[in-house]
């Protein structure tokens, strides 16, 4: 028995690649992964936008006279910028009158209770203010777009690390 074995005149044949079309396709799939690999971070990094004075106004009247506990449902935070002490919660006292700043006690996990100062700098933000150091740390003030979240962050201006605290 003999099988017929028709060839197709029209087959293709493998088309050897050029050094040059290796070298643009080495070139492409580089730029591709670049671009997969760090458009993520582009997309989370947001910089943090210092409020105006009537913003920071309103910002200390928020926070007068309220508490924070410190958000561990991802591990215990600490900031190198704060001695990695473990700042458990914040409270702060009352406003003080024509000065865009608060005082504010601090709990610190396995060390005596320590007071620090939130104070508004033009043009940087809110500083956080420890043992009359001004700390390289920003804080930010955040309220969820349905008004129900109240936020706020310290962020370590050298470690670009975060602790968010939430309302009690």
Same mark, same amino acid.
């Given at each position: 028995? &003999?099988? =017929?074995?028709?060839?197709?005149?029209?087959?293709?044949?493998?088309?050897?690649?050029?050094? *040059?079309?290796?070298?643009?396709?080495?070139?492409?799939?580089?730029?591709?992964?670049?671009?997969?690999?760090?458009?993520?971070?582009?997309?989370?990094? &947001?910089?943090? =936008?210092?409020?105006?004075?009537?913003?920071?106004?309103?910002?200390?009247?928020?926070?007068? =006279? *309220?508490?924070?506990?410190?958000?561990? *449902?991802?591990?215990?935070?600490?900031?190198? !910028?704060?001695?990695?002490?473990?700042?458990?919660?914040?409270?702060?006292?009352?406003?003080?009158?024509?000065? &865009? &700043?608060?005082?504010?006690?601090?709990?610190?996990?396995?060390?005596?209770?320590?007071?620090?100062?939130?104070?508004?700098?033009?043009?940087?933000?809110?500083?956080?203010?420890?043992?009359?150091?001004?700390?390289?740390?920003?804080?930010?003030?955040?309220?969820?777009?349905?008004? =129900?979240?109240?936020?706020?962050?310290?962020?370590?201006? !050298?470690?670009?690390?975060?602790?968010?605290?939430?309302?009690?």
């Amino acid at each position: 028995m &003999q099988e =017929n074995q028709q060839t197709d005149p029209q087959q293709e044949v493998p088309e050897k690649l050029s050094k *040059t079309k290796i070298a643009i396709l080495t070139v492409f799939s580089l730029v591709m992964l670049f671009l997969l690999a760090f458009s993520c971070y582009g997309c989370s990094y &947001q910089p943090i =936008n210092p409020p105006q004075e009537e913003e920071a106004i309103d910002v200390v009247a928020r926070l007068a =006279n *309220t508490s924070w506990q410190l958000d561990e *449902t991802e591990g215990t935070p600490t900031l190198s !910028e704060l001695y990695d002490l473990v700042l458990s919660s914040i409270s702060f006292s009352g406003r003080d009158a024509g000065l &865009q &700043q608060l005082d504010m006690d601090l709990t610190l996990r396995d060390e005596p209770s320590a007071s620090g100062t939130l104070l508004f700098v033009p043009d940087e933000g809110f500083g956080f203010l420890f043992e009359g150091d001004l700390l390289p740390i920003q804080v930010v003030y955040d309220v969820s777009r349905d008004g =129900n979240t109240e936020t706020l962050t310290l962020v370590g201006e !050298e470690s670009n690390g975060r602790m968010y605290y939430l309302k009690i």
